[in-house]
């Protein structure tokens, strides 16, 4: 009776059927349906010589039109048509899991809503954060708390070239070609060097936590581009590394800042200790004080293991509707402005006067590197206003070659 | 309709009522219930002074008799009465949740067993890694995994206790005296020191990846008292950490090998990261790979979180049965000898030979430290088969001032 049906048979969707069948029998006897099953794939190319090639189909109304099937995995990616697909499913009273985050950040609120409607359920745990454990964590574990703050490494590609250019002292642009030599980025690099994949993920969080849509475009996002090796040395110097930072924070004025931008992240922080591809997110909250997740954020099987177990979970609770659900939005009047944000700033400058620098900023704090070229100074801003940091650099002598923002969370 | 009750005032049951009504209208949100409600406190002791005093009850029949009670919190630890009060209101189709690793590791087969009998649920987030998501990621977001093995940091005492030796140079009765001092430590702390609340937390770890009860005296249980100074530099030298370490995983001849002792584990591993009372737990399985989990073991509020996120889905989930279940087990036959383990051992010896270290241990790793005593000789042993080891040992000349597993889950 609980029939799947796999959407989409690239890297994601191959690996959910290798998955589930390599784990077939535990699967079944978790969800307690001895009959569950992958009724059908959906693609347009042909797979003749797949072991599955019975299950395939190029007609999505034949999944959507079979009575069996109570459980959609949409892993296609992109908005359309996987959108349309998700939301004819739902309104059949079919459960959907998903892996895709840009149709979550676009159409999250309004497929929730269809689903609290039919009652069936819209899960996406492998939306963010890939194999690690997060969506329902929040929504289960740890709902009891006031979430004050998220803040992960959320984007594999960006870490790995980041690491690189740390551990190996490569430049963005050798790294960023190793990335693309090893597969883990793309040809065109700019959903994850320009930090679009990661305001995916923090428009996913952060509605989770407010209950409020958050769209991609309320959210102030920079990518890494602009990061030099100088600028990882002196974070180095400084007691830390240069991490690419999804986050949202409450603010004391009842807003959410959700932003996403390189950070200063001290070595004291757990999020200092994730290197490689490999994903992890911070999660703050007033009664469980901080808890953090490591794992895959990326890649066949991970992925596949998260929209599995949402598989697992729609067949577990069948005719009954769970998920979450957060209202949608109309604009961004509970967005504070990140330039309102109290932040500490690192700054690289070349023909700057110390003199100056601490009539402007008081009491900073200098970086000292080895081979740093002539009349360069480095140093980190006391905590101020972002809008008086911007006020200030303006007024500094000198070349402004670098800022970067120090992480502070609390 | 949904009201709770919780059993025992003591640090966690406290908690968990001041956490509840911190954020009762958003919990009320989150679970759709708006009349969810504590109930009842069940506590022989008077608390004349509490803002909760019309809650307090001393007899547990008037909430075990109580229909509109469908869920009942247990938090005053020990198995008796404990156990008798879960299993009546369980079987009074009465959802339970405990913090309580001690009654689970002894009854959760039972338990378990009655939830589903009378299509309620038994859940126990809280007894393993405090705050720490763990039981509910392993049974729902990486159920599609087979896992192979699961090891942490599962005591914040003893973590506090071999970070002081560690970062501060203290020795063992030094740091245990801080910890009692600190509140962190147990006036008799041996259910901390000689490992046996990391026991009951890897029986339930361990119950769950198999499906079958591991009961305590299965467990082969070290603790850290034998650990000195001594170890703790040499550890470094090596490039780790000592960590008291409980783990299982699965071994190619289908049993199970669960072991809770201190362990070398090398700072490449996430969990040498973990510090203080701070507790972490790594999964290993076939579709994810890695994920880790980190944050607060213990405590008042982090507890609290816990048993109130377990709350939270009971009363969700009202009217269907959806928590884990194991076997009982009969006896320990599915569980490996550990002496049949394929370990590489740290040895400090005295008054040893290099040459006959060697011809015995074949190419070993000598560990050189300032201020070794004349005569001390430490090495790490290439992977044998822990009875060979012993063997091998016995025949070794000199004294043997200490042994540590180097921990290889893979």
Redesign the interface.
């Known amino acids: 009776m609980a029939k799947a049906a796999v959407l989409g048979y690239g890297v994601v969707g191959s ?1 959910t059927v290798e ?2 069948y ?2 077939a029998e ?2 079944r ?2 969800t307690g349906q001895k009959d569950l099953d992958i009724k059908y794939i959906l693609d347009i190319r042909e797979f003749p010589d797949s072991p599955y090639k019975d299950k395939f189909t190029k007609n999505f109304d034949d999944i959507l039109n079979d009575d069996e099937v109570s459980i959609v995995a949409e892993v296609m990616g992109g908005v359309h048509p996987a959108y349309d697909f998700v939301k004819a499913a739902l309104e059949k009273g079919k459960s959907c899991v998903t892996s895709n985050k840009e149709m979550v950040a676009q159409k999250g609120a309004e497929l929730l809503k269809i689903a609290k409607e039919h009652n069936c359920n819209f899960m996406f ?1 492998a939306s963010t954060g890939g ?3 997060i969506i ?2 929040l ?8 979430i004050t703050a998220v803040a992960g490494i959320l984007n594999g590609t960006t870490n790995f070239i980041l690491t690189k250019m740390f551990s190996e002292n490569m430049a963005f642009d050798d790294a960023l070609a190793l990335a693309q030599k090893l597969g883990y980025a793309e040809k065109n690099p700019a959903a994850d060097v320009e930090g679009l994949d990661a305001c995916r993920k923090i428009c996913i969080l952060s509605s989770l936590i407010y ?1 409020k849509h958050v769209y991609p475009d309320y959210i102030h996002t920079e990518g890494i581009t602009a990061i030099t090796k100088a600028d990882v040395e002196y974070a180095e110097v400084w007691g830390g590394k240069v991490k690419l930072i999804g986050s949202v924070k409450k603010c004391a004025n009842g807003k959410i800042l959700p932003m996403v931008r390189p950070a200063f992240v001290c070595n004291d922080m ?1 999020l200092s ?1 994730i290197s490689d591809v490999f994903n992890g997110i911070t999660v703050y ?12 954020g990326a890649g066949k ?2 992925t ?3 929209v ?2 949402d ?3 729609c067949a ?2 069948s005719g ?1 509707s ?1 998920s979450q659900t957060w209202e949608d939005s109309e604009n961004a009047d509970f967005i504070e402005d990140y330039k309102n944000d109290t932040v500490a700033m690192y700054v690289r400058t070349s023909g700057a006067d110390k003199a100056q620098i601490e009539k402007l900023f008081g009491n900073v704090e200098y970086l000292v590197k080895d081979n740093a070229p002539e009349g360069e100074i480095a140093f980190i801003t006391p905590e101020l206003v972002e809008k008086d940091f911007d006020e200030k650099l303006s007024a500094l002598n000198g070349e402004v070659l670098g800022k970067i923002r120090v992480l502070n969370l609390r």
Do not use: W
């Not at 929504?139 to 006031?146: E, G, R």
């Not at 007033?286 to 895959?296: I, L, N, P, Q």
């Open positions: 690996g998955l589930f390599k784990n535990a699967i006897k978790r745990e194999a690690i454990p329902r964590p929504h289960q574990c740890l709902a009891a708390n006031d209950g757990q200790n909250g007033d009664g469980f004080d901080e808890v953090m997740f490591y794992g895959r099987l991970p596949a293991s998260a599995l177990g598989v697992i979970d577990r609770l009954t769970v």
